[in-house]
Nanobody, 120 residues
Framework: QVQLVESGGGLVQPGGSLRLSCGAS????????MGWYRQAPGKERELVAT???????NYPDSVKGRFTISIDKAKNTVFLQMNNLKPEDSAVYFC??????????????WGQGTQVTVSS
């Protein structure tokens, strides 16, 4: 079993910044990719940022230039630096990891989410 735990969410004013973190723990061989997704009330979950073990990153236009994803491979932890936050960024942010587990299966695992609220 693999567990992902997010932290760093909270309430911030428009234009402010937050840094989210997500650590992976459990029994697994490797992580091939990690990422962040978000879901606002009444909306579908959407991609925010992803990074592969090779360092390739991907961002949608809505956050490009404002958000930065990074990973600490030694600690199995992924970060999301969010700058110039907008009210439209308010959502529950979920951590995702593509993991090769002890049975040599590649599976996606999800954290329980952390709330980000951007409001004055």
């Amino acid at each position: 079993q693999v567990q992902l735990v997010e932290s760093g969410g909270g309430l911030v004013q428009p234009g402010g910044s937050l840094r989210l973190s997500c650590g992976a723990s459990g029994r697994f061989l490797s992580i091939t990719a990690m990422g962040w997704y978000r879901q606002a009330p009444g909306k579908e979950r959407e991609l925010v940022a992803t990074t592969t073990s090779g360092g390739i990153t991907n961002y949608p236009d809505s956050v490009k230039g404002r958000f930065t994803i990074s990973i600490d491979k030694a600690k199995n932890t992924v970060f999301l630096q969010m700058n110039n936050l907008k009210p439209e960024d308010s959502a529950v942010y979920f951590c995702n990891a593509n993991v090769t587990d002890s049975r040599l299966r590649q599976r996606d695992y999800w954290g329980q989410g952390t709330q980000v609220t951007v409001s004055s």
